[in-house]
């Protein structure tokens, strides 16, 4: 089955973990067709952000980025990619600057550089997977102004789903989207756009997992077969999420 997969920075924090689940990654890759990761890099991200002493906020789920901060973020998610390549195995780490790979457009202003996905290049992903490597890609983006837009993980794992007309499943570290946040056992097997967009008008689904939930939507709008949201924490978590593990976002 081709498949992309987003495996989110919060998913990644414990490295026993976070090796186990990239050699259960990498054991994808003996399929037909290797799989798409795509990665995010959140707590490392903060980490270095407050190693530097810049200031770091989030508005609306995302994370406003200066000048100052993207370059900080870049090393982070380049060092990252190419660790998580190492992890994996045949794999090989990218951002948007290499072939052109992600370009994206400005969001609010408020944001800073902060873009929103425009274009997939699929050419470099199928040549590397016609080779057998599994492409790691970090959510850095190619700006109009030729210089770097931070896009969210959740959205550029969408953007590619949808250009490559393949399911994408969202890693994470919670089994899924939950009924009740607070209750982890209410995992909701299901979740459709009206009941998603109800969801993030009264709060229930809030914070980090509205990009995530939007994403699934607009990777389906996009021509993605399918989109779930599923346990990173488990080397287990993609197959799980596959047989019906947790939460299916449809149209």
Same mark, same amino acid.
């Given at each position: 089955?081709?498949?992309?997969?987003?495996?989110?920075?919060?998913?990644?924090?414990?490295? !026993?973990?976070?090796?186990?689940?990239?050699?259960?990654?990498?054991?994808?890759?003996?399929?037909?067709?290797?799989?798409?990761?795509?990665?995010?890099?959140?707590?490392?991200?903060?980490?270095?952000?407050?190693?530097?002493?810049?200031?770091?906020?989030?508005?609306?789920?995302?994370?406003?980025?200066?000048?100052?901060?993207? !370059?900080?973020?870049?090393?982070?998610?380049?060092?990252?990619?190419?660790?998580?390549?190492?992890?994996?195995?045949? !794999?090989?780490?990218?951002?948007?600057?290499?072939?052109?790979?992600?370009?994206?457009?400005?969001?609010?202003? $408020? @944001?800073?550089?902060?873009?929103?996905?425009?274009?997939?290049?699929?050419?470099?992903?199928?040549?590397?997977?016609?080779?057998?490597?599994?492409?790691?890609?970090?959510?850095?983006? @190619?700006?109009?102004?030729?210089?770097?837009?931070?896009?969210?993980?959740?959205?550029?794992?969408?953007?590619?789903?949808?250009?490559?007309?393949?399911?994408?499943? *969202?890693?994470?570290?919670?089994?899924?989207?939950?009924? $009740?946040?607070?209750?982890?056992?209410?995992?909701?097997?299901?979740?459709?756009?009206?009941?998603?967009?109800?969801?993030?008008? $009264?709060?229930?689904?809030?914070?980090?997992?509205?990009?995530?939930?939007?994403?699934?939507?607009?990777?389906?709008?996009?021509?993605?077969? *399918?989109?779930?949201?599923?346990?990173?924490?488990?080397?287990?978590?993609?197959?799980?999420?596959?047989?019906?593990?947790?939460?299916?976002?449809?149209?």
């Amino acid at each position: 089955m081709n498949l992309v997969i987003k495996y989110g920075g919060n998913a990644m924090n414990d490295d !026993a973990t976070r090796r186990a689940v990239a050699a259960a990654l990498g054991g994808l890759a003996g399929g037909e067709v290797p799989p798409v990761v795509v990665h995010g890099g959140g707590p490392f991200i903060q980490a270095a952000l407050d190693a530097a002493g810049l200031e770091h906020r989030f508005v609306r789920g995302l994370r406003v980025t200066t000048p100052e901060s993207l !370059a900080v973020i870049e090393q982070v998610l380049t060092v990252l990619g190419k660790s998580l390549a190492q992890e994996i195995g045949a !794999a090989v780490g990218l951002t948007g600057r290499d072939a052109e790979l992600l370009r994206a457009t400005p969001r609010e202003p $408020d @944001l800073g550089r902060v873009g929103r996905m425009a274009h997939v290049n699929v050419r470099a992903l199928a040549a590397l997977r016609a080779a057998g490597l599994v492409p790691v890609v970090g959510c850095l983006a @190619l700006a109009p102004d030729g210089g770097l837009l931070n896009v969210n993980a959740d959205e550029v794992a969408g953007a590619v789903a949808g250009a490559l007309g393949e399911g994408v499943v *969202f890693l994470t570290n919670v089994p899924g989207v939950l009924d $009740d946040p607070a209750d982890p056992g209410s995992l909701l097997a299901e979740l459709t756009r009206d009941e998603a967009l109800a969801r993030i008008a $009264d709060g229930r689904v809030a914070g980090g997992m509205i990009p995530k939930v939007e994403a699934a939507l607009a990777a389906l709008d996009q021509g993605a077969p *399918f989109a779930l949201i599923a346990d990173g924490r488990d080397p287990a978590g993609v197959a799980r999420a596959l047989a019906g593990g947790g939460t299916r976002v449809v149209a």
